[in-house]
């Protein structure tokens, strides 16, 4: 927590954003409190969405080292038969 200076010169903890918002529902003061719990749960779900977003790249670039097999033999060959399709393409066109 943060700190900060009160009216008497003291040095105290800052309230936490809950805190906050608790004391603006105690004092009545719910304008104020409407803003500061949307500001709570944006707050959340951003960083919920940043986890999930983390754990999704790690998740991809983590497992697409092991599962990418090259078969180079394969290759050749659909490289071949695109060549060919596109040679039969050529004499059917000229």
Same mark, same amino acid.
């Given at each position: 927590?943060? @700190?900060?200076?009160?009216? /008497?010169? $003291?040095?105290?903890?800052?309230?936490?954003?809950?805190?906050?918002?608790?004391?603006?529902?105690?004092?009545?003061?719910?304008? #104020?409190?409407?803003?500061?719990?949307?500001?709570?749960?944006?707050?959340?779900?951003?960083?919920?969405?940043?986890?999930?977003?983390?754990?999704?790249?790690?998740?991809?670039? #983590?497992?697409?080292?092991?599962?990418?097999?090259?078969? /180079?033999?394969? /290759?050749?060959?659909?490289?071949? @038969?695109?060549?060919?399709?596109?040679?039969?393409? /050529?004499? $059917?066109?000229?």
């Amino acid at each position: 927590m943060s @700190e900060i200076e009160n009216s /008497e010169g $003291e040095v105290v903890e800052a309230p936490s954003a809950v805190n906050e918002l608790i004391n603006q529902i105690t004092s009545g003061d719910l304008t #104020n409190a409407e803003g500061s719990f949307k500001s709570i749960v944006q707050d959340k779900m951003a960083d919920a969405l940043e986890a999930q977003r983390i754990a999704t790249a790690q998740a991809i670039f #983590n497992d697409a080292d092991d599962d990418v097999e090259i078969d /180079e033999e394969d /290759e050749v060959e659909e490289s071949e @038969e695109i060549i060919s399709e596109l040679d039969d393409d /050529e004499v $059917e066109t000229a």
